[in-house]
């Protein structure tokens, strides 16, 4: 077995179950991609397993902090059977679920979707794709599932040294599935879409949403960076009577017409904008529109902390522009799905906007990722997805002149 040995005092992290070893941590010791190595503080102390990675500045991943542990298929068969047998004790109304999170379920560089009888799932880190097969079996045994489509097609791959791969690992048929979220059918192609297909991180706010559009009487929906229509679909289920879905991806679009078809609503009140949000936000205000309901729920703009700068502009040029396009009481849910703007920072632009459009709002929930794409508290790195529900309030003076000087 390879061992690395770390510089002195970089054992701190690893000490406190922290999974990744970064570069300039090391002092010496190598192994190929994704091969198990012992990791050990200067002094030789044991301090974790884990999966090397010469090419990323994550060089290690680690698997495991117990010295008697070994890394092979039993251990994977073990953390994904665990990992499947949370989300059994989860509450989670959909037969689309987020299997496996990543370091959250102590498999760095993984994530499994079951989307009803098909599993889509991304090898994200050497380690991950060096235990692929036994990974496929484990998962496979674990959920009783016959079907598994790989979608390593993600960026991240290549910061590992890694080409992309996709396709049927098991199985074969259709890629276009339809899964059941709360009351409502929802199609995904597991092929074509983003990620694994869907972004089932927003499953419980959507459902808020259409608690929230109910309870206010929203009618008129501006529902920005749809995607495959979710929140479009939510809005109409909780009575909005004319929704606008804006993207800039046609074939999202198109799913998202589908969508709303498969729950009733594929009717003139449907309406489906193939265009950049920043672009509509603008052009409506231009034209005088007003919505009773925004949702502002944007790709990543900020991929690591270093673009959070570049970022805040981005998130608070939308906000301001779709707070001013709200009616007056209207309902905007906003969210930033960057890791590099945690949840304190985005209040802050969120505010900055509203300062910016004349307007205040009044915070009305708070909102996160679902409970299948849990955050631990050994890594709070997991932590993405973080929202707002705001309503607006009546129209305030304007801001007081900063003091001069
Ligand atoms: N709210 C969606 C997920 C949104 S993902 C859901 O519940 O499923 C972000 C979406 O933003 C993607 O569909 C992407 O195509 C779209 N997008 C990215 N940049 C855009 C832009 N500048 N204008 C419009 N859409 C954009």
Not at 195 to 218: E, I, M, P, S
Not at 227 to 236: H, I, K, M, P, Q
Request: glycine residues 10%; aromatic residues 8%.
């Amino acid at each position: 077995m390879k061992s690395i040995r770390l510089r002195d005092g970089k054992e701190r992290s690893l000490l406190r179950r922290h999974p990744w070893v970064f570069q300039g941590s090391v002092d010496k010791g190598g192994a190929d991609s994704g091969e198990t190595v012992r990791v050990q503080a200067h002094d030789g102390r044991f301090l974790a397993w884990g999966a090397y990675s010469p090419r990323s500045m994550i060089r290690v991943r680690a698997w495991s902090f117990d010295e008697a542990e070994r890394i092979d298929e039993a251990f994977f068969a073990q953390r994904i059977q665990a990992a499947v047998a949370l989300r059994q004790r989860l509450p989670i109304s959909s037969d689309g679920v987020r299997l496996v999170h990543g370091e959250a379920d102590g498999v760095p560089g993984l994530i499994a979707d079951r989307y009803a009888d098909t599993l889509s799932v991304q090898f994200l880190s050497a380690g991950a794709e060096r235990w692929r097969e036994a990974i496929v079996a484990a998962l496979l045994e674990a959920t009783g599932i016959t079907r598994l489509y790989e979608r390593s097609d993600s960026g991240v791959r290549g910061l590992e040294g890694l080409a992309e791969r996709t396709g049927w690992v098991r199985g074969e048929g259709a890629t276009e599935i339809v899964i059941r979220e709360h009351e409502w059918q929802l199609g995904l192609d597991v092929a074509q879409g983003h990620k694994t297909g869907f972004y089932l991180d927003q499953r419980d706010n959507r459902q808020h949403f259409a608690q929230w559009v109910r309870r206010l009487g929203c009618e008129r929906v501006l529902n920005c960076y749809s995607y495959t229509g979710g929140f479009s679909v939510a809005a109409r289920a909780g009575g909005a009577k004319q929704v606008v879905s804006v993207d800039s991806s046609a074939p999202a679009l198109q799913q998202a017409r589908a969508n709303l078809a498969r729950n009733g609503f594929g009717d003139q009140q449907a309406q489906f904008v193939d265009a950049d949000v920043n672009q509509t936000l603008r052009d409506n205000l231009k034209a005088g529109q007003q919505y009773d309901a925004i949702v502002l729920d944007p790709p990543k703009f900020a991929p690591s902390a270093s673009h959070a700068d570049r970022a805040a502009r981005a998130y608070k040029d939308i906000n301001r522009l779709a707070l001013k396009l709200l009616a007056p009481g209207g309902l905007l849910f906003t969210f930033s799905c960057s890791g590099g703007v945690g949840a304190e920072l985005f209040h802050k632009i969120v505010a900055g906007a509203g300062l910016d459009a004349g307007v205040n709002a009044a915070i009305v929930q708070r909102l996160e990722a679902a409970c299948d794409h849990p955050t631990t508290i050994e890594f709070p790195e997991g932590e993405y997805l973080k929202g707002l529900a705001l309503i607006k309030l009546a129209a305030q003076g304007p801001a007081p002149a900063a003091p001069a000087g």
